[in-house]
């Protein structure tokens, strides 16, 4: 049977700042730490199976004498902290000059220029937490049909809009303009549809979200991968992250539990290669709205579906678990932070309790999978294939 990795980026769960943080404006961050230490204890029997406790330097959950996955951690050094740098880095590729920020909103000339092709009026353009801009302006929008534009501490420009007042094929219409718009010298990681309904005082943001991405400026281990004939499937907004290159299958996802629902169909199915998933809530639900509770909640609610995600796997798959930043919810403000991410990496064929120390890349995991799958390995990453497989 042909080998499959499964890997899987649960968006934010960063395990402690890197030496550089402090150049970030990030100090003491923890994602999972800090959410551990304000309960005292949180319930992930399975990740800690897995020995995230062993990981060197993550000492807020207890080690076991046993661990049954491989385990460690692994530096970012991309220039940034967000989830298309991350992604990037971890195929691959390395992100050395950071993603334009508008830290005061766009230039005019750019908010005249998308008004202008896009036949619309812009209300907000500046940085502001998308719940925060639709209490803010949602009800002018409903009655001016103007859109909301704002940014973030992130590169991206984001189109918010009522599916009831402008419809989701005008809103990815805007964002395909917005994304030509910003190129070159203002080239952005992310034009992001942030579509929403309900009413006054009561709106709500829905699955729809579309995220527009740059190309990745060269190929990643996903073409690859393709290349060699296997598959690239895509779970959540894996597609998104790297505007369809290297991919050849893709379903988006409602929410964590729908990511992992479709990552266990896709398992279940005969396919071969790479199964691809991101669960987005960790960052977009609960780290960016400083929702530790929400947080805690669904660390405990993706634990508790790994044991039905490993019951599906077949005798030579390979499941890696690991993330792309930090979003530590419990630290100032709404920004990411720059975190080590855990690696945890679990087969029938994998070795049990080995200690991978602390990679100096994201690229590692790019490079071990490629690896695993035969396929051509990148310009960064060394792999631990070596390592961990028996």
């Excluded at 049977?1 to 150049?23: A, F, H, N, W, Y």
């Excluded at 896009?118 to 002018?140: Q, Y």
């Excluded at 740059?214 to 996903?222: A, K, S």
């Excluded at 004939?229 to 959540?236: E, N, R």
């Amino acid at each position: 049977m042909d080998k499959r990795v499964i890997l899987m980026v649960l968006d934010s769960v960063g395990i402690g700042q890197l030496p550089d943080s402090e150049k970030f404006g990030d100090v003491g961050v923890n994602t999972l730490g800090n959410i551990i230490k304000t309960y005292g204890k949180i319930n992930i029997p399975n990740l800690t199976k897995m020995g995230i406790g062993n990981i060197d330097g993550f000492n807020e959950v207890d080690p076991v004498e046993n661990p049954i996955a491989s385990f460690g951690k692994c530096s970012e050094v991309s220039q940034g902290k967000d989830t298309t740098t991350g992604h990037w880095e971890m195929v691959g590729l390395r992100v050395d000059k950071p993603f334009k920020t508008f830290p005061n909103g766009f230039p005019k000339e750019i908010i005249e220029e998308f008004e202008s092709k896009t036949g619309r009026k812009v209300v907000g353009n500046k940085p502001a937490s998308g719940t925060a801009i639709l209490e803010e302006l949602g009800e002018h929008h409903m009655k001016t049909k103007d859109v909301i534009v704002y940014t973030s501490a992130d590169s991206v420009f984001q189109i918010a809009a009522h599916e009831e007042v402008i419809p989701l094929e005008e809103l990815y219409e805007m964002c395909k303009i917005a994304r030509e718009i910003m190129r070159g010298d203002n080239a952005v990681a992310r034009i992001i549809a942030r579509p929403f309904v309900g009413t006054p005082g009561n709106f709500t943001r829905t699955a729809n979200r579309r995220d527009f991405s740059l190309d990745p400026y060269e190929d990643t281990i996903l073409d690859n991968i393709k290349n060699k004939g296997l598959d690239v499937i895509a779970v959540g907004k894996i597609e998104d992250i790297f505007n369809g290159k290297g991919i050849t299958e893709a379903v988006h996802t409602k929410s964590n539990m729908d990511g992992v629902d479709k990552t266990i169909e896709y398992i279940k199915k005969e396919n071969k290669g790479l199964i691809f998933t991101n669960l987005v809530d960790f960052d977009s639900k609960y780290g960016h709205r400083r929702n530790v509770e929400g947080y805690k909640n669904a660390i405990e609610e993706l634990d508790a579906r790994i044991p039905e995600i490993i019951e599906n796997m077949r005798d030579e798959d390979i499941l890696i678990l690991t993330a792309d930043h930090g979003n530590d919810p419990t630290y100032k403000g709404t920004d990411h932070t720059r975190e080590y991410v855990p690696v945890l990496i679990y087969g029938k064929n994998v070795k049990s309790g080995v200690n991978l120390g602390i990679r100096k890349t994201f690229a590692d995991i790019g490079a071990t999978v490629a690896d695993i799958l035969g396929a051509t390995l990148p310009k960064n990453g060394e792999s631990f294939k070596s390592l961990i497989l028996k």
